[in-house]
């Protein structure tokens, strides 16, 4: 139940909220989830003293976490999936014809095109990060790429694929928030996704050719490559895990039981060519890969996974939903909405607020889950009204929020990727164009008019065709 406050209020409560967020994570330096709890916590308090009722604001949390339950169920079985993969040698036997096959000068456009196309087949970011990307980080390694370069590429390749892809839950749930043809959605996101992937690939590109030239250490890449012989059984066989799970979410299977096949197989692969014992298997599945080689960088490549490697993750989103309750119950950003809805008087106006209101929302919050099923709906007639088709929307939910994840720390998105590739946001967030150049095109296009869709009438009610007809969108 939304409660609605006055917009002084409203704006006091999120200055205060945005205050204490970047107090906490740029000056004291607190953990993501400590810094939400403590925001979440006085927004809580404030919003009581104004007279919302707890018992709102619960139910409000309550639902929140329901919609992001599935999340996290997904991360435990990414972190599940990398410690099997670990303990079979799949992810090993990967870095290791990477290392025989891939050179430095492509490797980062090698990464990103093969994130992109794992994504775009699978609809998982996370999937392909905490798989193929994990190996990908560990042939970086060997190549003595920086961590940050090689991080960027699997994330740019990664959220690309998935931004485009029909299996994708963010892409699902645009469109169907804003109720926008999938098909239409997707084509739609073609204006803002492809021109940034392609200067991406570019970027890539000169910092391979730099590549080539700074890390050639064929004695370090010999090294690793003999100390993994040594340590696995390198049979081709353990390629079958991922070509099942890449298989099966091809052909549209629910993630979580395809990842509880991938694990399974991992489980087996681990009894039958590593010698592995159900309890060292039971281990590793909690507390990741933790063998030591006695080769550090080695070491640095496997020693991950596990489901205790998805608890701060966990935690910030848990966080995030006790932080998004009073903002939403208390109607604070539907509050700020009506204003700005109030003050634009054309479509580009309008559009531009949009982008601006829920990207704020959103990197408030940390949940495009959240911001999303906040407002998807409530926008969506506001492009009906200004004569606007609603896949303008959808693309600005996406552009704004999934595909922006990766450049908020503290978000869900954000954490997971620095916990699992192991490299701080701050670091390669800068050589992921893809990130951050698609809002930049979409404020292009919403100020040029270009690839910007016109409403279709065809199957609308006759009172809104006149609305439609009378709109002026962009005088």
């Known amino acids: 139940m939304t409660s609605s406050i006055s917009l002084t209020k409203a704006v006091t409560l999120l200055t205060i909220s945005i205050l204490i967020i970047f107090a906490g994570l740029l000056f004291v330096k607190a953990p993501a989830a400590i810094v939400l709890i403590t925001a979440g916590i006085a927004a809580i308090i404030i919003s009581l003293l104004w007279g919302i009722k707890w018992e709102d604001i619960e139910n409000d949390i309550v639902d929140t976490l329901r919609k992001v339950l599935l999340p996290i169920l997904i991360m435990f079985g990414v972190g599940m999936l990398i410690g099997a993969w670990m303990l079979a040698g799949t992810i090993p036997v990967i870095i290791y014809y990477g290392l025989l096959i891939l050179k430095p000068s492509i490797f980062l456009v090698a990464a990103a095109l093969a994130c992109a196309l794992m994504s775009l087949m699978t609809g998982t970011s996370w999937g392909t990060i905490g798989t193929i990307g994990v190996a990908l980080m560990g042939v970086s390694i060997g190549f003595g790429i920086p961590p940050h370069y090689s991080a960027a590429a699997i994330v740019a390749g990664s959220y690309f694929g998935d931004k485009l892809s029909p ?14 043809n999938i098909v239409e959605h997707i084509k739609h996101l073609l204006y803002t996704t492809v021109p940034v992937f392609i200067i991406s690939l570019i970027l890539y590109i000169f910092l391979g050719f730099q590549l080539d030239e700074q890390v050639q250490n064929t004695k370090n890449i010999e ?26 979410i091809f052909k549209q299977k629910p993630t979580l039981p395809v990842f509880g096949i991938g694990i399974l197989l991992g489980c087996i692969l681990a009894i039958f ?68 809805i109030k003050v634009a008087k054309t479509g580009k106006t309008m559009m531009a607020s949009c982008l601006s209101i829920h990207g704020l929302f959103y990197t408030i919050t940390g949940s495009w889950y959240v911001s999303f099923s906040v407002f998807g709906p409530m926008l969506a007639p506001l492009y009906d009204k200004y004569g606007l088709h609603r896949k303008n929307l959808s693309r600005t939910l996406e552009d704004s929020g999934s595909a922006f994840g990766p450049a908020i720390p503290w978000s869900t998105t954000g954490v997971f990727i620095a916990s699992t590739l192991k490299v701080p946001t701050s670091e390669f967030i800068l050589y992921t164009p893809v990130v951050y150049l698609a809002v930049v095109f979409a404020l292009i296009y ?27 969108a962009f005088n």
Do not use: C, W
Not at 167 to 180: C, R, W
Not at 224 to 233: E, G, K, P, W, Y
Not at 446 to 472: Q, R, S, W
């Open 273 to 340: 060519f590593q010698g592995r014992s159900l309890l060292e298997i039971a281990q590793t599945l909690n507390n990741g890969f933790t063998d030591t080689t006695n080769v550090k960088v080695v070491n640095e490549m496997l020693q991950q996974g596990g489901l205790s490697s998805m608890y701060s993750t966990v935690a910030v989103i848990f966080a995030a939903a006790l932080f998004g309750a009073p903002l939403r119950t208390s109607g604070a950003f539907h509050v700020i909405l009506e204003k700005i």
């Open 167 to 180: 299996l994708s839950d963010g892409t699902i749930m645009a469109a169907a928030l804003t109720e926008v």
């Open 446 to 472: 919403i100020f040029t008019g270009y690839g910007i869709a016109k409403a279709d009438t065809k199957h609308l009610p006759e009172e809104m065709k006149d609305n439609v007809k009378k709109a002026a």
């Open 223 to 248: 090294l690793i490559m003999s100390t993994l012989d040594a340590h696995f059984n390198l049979n081709p066989i353990l390629l079958l895990p991922p070509l099942v799970v890449l298989f099966l």
